[in-house]
């Protein structure tokens, strides 16, 4: 059994698979997909989780990864679990870190020595 738990929201299979092969790659871990906002906050409500990762845009109803962080937050104001956003646009970082997520990374930079150092800072 993986020792963290990391959920990835709205990511299309493709990513998802990219994501997890990655994290498995660096970290004891196992990746749960939620395809939307709904799923993921039953699931964070229902299991325990080390991480969160939010696509900015959600593949199967291209809903907002940082309007979700902000329902999260706001939802779940008691919530300790790190989110991260999953996007290459600096602008949406921004937004997600005022949101209330951690500094996340872009796809672009999946498997870079600071994608990986923001993610052992979670996942060790």
Known sequence: MASKR???VGQC??????????LKQHFDVEVVPA?????AVRLV???AFDLVLVN???????GSGVEFIRQLTQRQPQMTVPVMLVSNYEDAQREA?????RPGF????LGQPQTLARLKDVLG
């Open 6 to 8: 990391v959920l990835s």
């Open 13 to 22: 299979f493709a990513d998802h698979s990219s994501l997890s092969r990655t």
């Open 35 to 39: 395809n939307g906002a709904a799923e």
């Open 45 to 47: 409500e229902q299991q």
């Open 56 to 62: 900015r845009v959600f593949d199967a109803n291209g």
């Open 97 to 101: 870190v005022a949101a209330g997520a």
């Open 106 to 109: 872009g796809k672009a930079a």
